[in-house]
């Protein structure tokens, strides 16, 4: 149909043909892109046609489209199955997608998670194990539950717009007083997800948010907290396994300032302290024993559940401090470590054959080592008939050879009262004299006995 073309009218003016025939007479506006004055006007007409390739009749927008030698990208991109960058948010939808769904909203999906997580999924519309290892993956590094379904949270992710990096906040260095503080209050060992130290984890997020985290201070150490503390060792170079560890904690405390005089003031007081402490090794009294009777002394507590401090502490108060087996209170009285009496005796000898009783004479004859053994076997006794703890106390201890019923007792419990022949006998017990011995004025006897070992060894 060459020569049918659009004719426009101006005022009555010439008409002017416009064409794509090339003849050499006409003025051709796509060869050329030179317009004559009097085709500004065609130009200018929005309505105006022009012929297509196929004969139909096209807007000069459409014109420009048809002749133009720029490739159609958005045809070829949707020729290779993939999504323009603009379209995967439109076409995601609202529903939640798992490995059971397939089609445009998993092509948007795979889409997004190769934008946001720099992939190369195919985007075939296939929910397959790449794309569930890709979702876990975005899920992981945003905080959120890793379960490979794209529910709302996770669609909120991957919709929301990303932030441009923020500089690192400026952290001025801690004085020696916060640094002590912040240390204090992240406690010892390692803080991980789970965590129920709420204290401590309550801290650790105030660090992180100071240092330009955003997470919510509930004492909660969950995925956030967990992410948080990783993008925490990614900046500072540390292994990355989102715990507070020795070394993460370090980084967050910065380098530790010079202590103040007061800390130092402390810090000597705290050393003196310790130095009139006990090691675990030691053992008051050692020095009256050989190093075999210590032994046994430790194998003894050990056995009862008890300080080995405590058992000694006991023993000097029965004793006098001598150690001594043969010891008696009088001719007639109680003998030995823990100063058996005839009850305590007949009690023992209950479970041991007649040939094997145990005597007060025999108790003075016997070696420390070996009365030790019965001093096991009648604290164990008394413990067990008693219900004692497992973890017997200084003052259980006491108790057990004074008054057994009183194992694990209350302090204000009363031994022996008024005018009993026990009180009588006991009567330096009652050190406020109000005629009664109570277990707590008995366990004051052990111990300042404890008391006497330790400065001895100090």
Avoid: C
């Avoid at 092509?107 to 876990?136: H, I, M, P, W, Y």
């Avoid at 008696?328 to 005796?345: D, E, M, Y």
């Amino acid at each position: 149909m060459a020569g049918v073309g659009s004719s426009t009218s101006n005022s009555g003016g010439s008409n002017t043909n416009v064409s794509n025939s090339g003849s050499s007479n006409k003025t051709n506006t796509a060869d050329t892109g030179n317009k004559p004055a009097a085709d500004k006007q065609v130009s200018a007409d929005k309505s105006a046609a022009t012929p297509a390739k196929d004969g139909t009749s096209l807007t000069p927008e459409a014109s420009t489209k048809e002749t133009s030698n720029a490739p159609d990208t958005s045809a070829l991109a949707s020729a290779l199955g993939e999504q323009p960058a603009s379209t995967w948010r439109d076409q995601l939808g609202t529903q939640t997608i798992n490995k059971n769904t397939s089609g445009e909203s998993v092509t948007a999906l795979q889409s997004a998670l190769n934008e946001k997580l720099g992939l190369s999924l195919d985007t075939d519309g296939k929910f397959g194990r790449d794309t569930t290892a890709a979702v876990k993956d975005f899920q992981r590094q945003n905080g959120l539950t890793a379960d490979g379904i794209v529910g709302k949270d996770t669609r909120d992710a991957l919709m929301a717009e990303k932030k441009e990096a923020e500089p690192p906040k400026e952290v001025k260095p801690l004085d020696a007083n916060q640094y002590a503080l912040l240390n204090e209050q992240l406690g010892k060992g390692t803080l991980q997800k789970g965590a129920d130290n709420k204290d401590a984890v309550t801290t650790l997020q105030n660090a992180l948010n100071e240092r330009g985290a955003q997470l919510g201070v509930d004492g909660d150490f969950g995925n956030k907290t967990k992410q948080a503390v990783e993008n925490f060792q990614r900046e500072n170079n540390l292994p990355v396994n989102g715990k507070l560890d020795d070394a993460t904690r370090s980084a967050l405390l910065g380098p530790e300032p010079p202590k103040t005089r007061e800390q130092l003031q402390d810090q000597e007081a705290a050393r003196q302290y310790e130095a009139t402490q006990l090691k675990k090794e030691d053992l008051i009294f050692g020095d009256k024993l050989s190093d075999a009777e210590q032994q046994k002394v430790r194998d003894v507590a050990a056995s009862l559940g008890a300080d080995p401090n405590d058992l000694m502490a006991v023993m000097a108060a029965e004793t006098g401090g001598t150690f001594d087996p043969a010891e008696r209170a009088s001719k007639h009285g109680a003998v030995g470590l823990i100063q058996f009496t005839n009850t305590a005796i007949n009690e023992m000898n209950k479970g041991l054959p007649k040939d094997q009783h145990l005597t007060k004479a025999g108790l003075e004859q016997m070696s420390f080592t070996e009365q030790m053994d019965h001093v096991q076997s009648y604290m164990q006794t008394m413990m067990d008939r008693y219900n004692g703890p497992a973890n017997p106390s200084r003052g259980d201890l006491y108790a057990a050879v004074f008054s057994p019923a009183l194992i694990d007792n209350s302090d204000t419990s009363r031994i022996y009262g008024g005018n009993s022949k026990e009180y009588r006998a006991n009567k330096s017990l009652d050190t406020n004299g109000d005629g009664q011995i109570t277990r707590n004025e008995l366990t004051a006897r052990a111990d300042e006995w404890y008391q006497r070992g330790v400065d001895g060894m100090v």
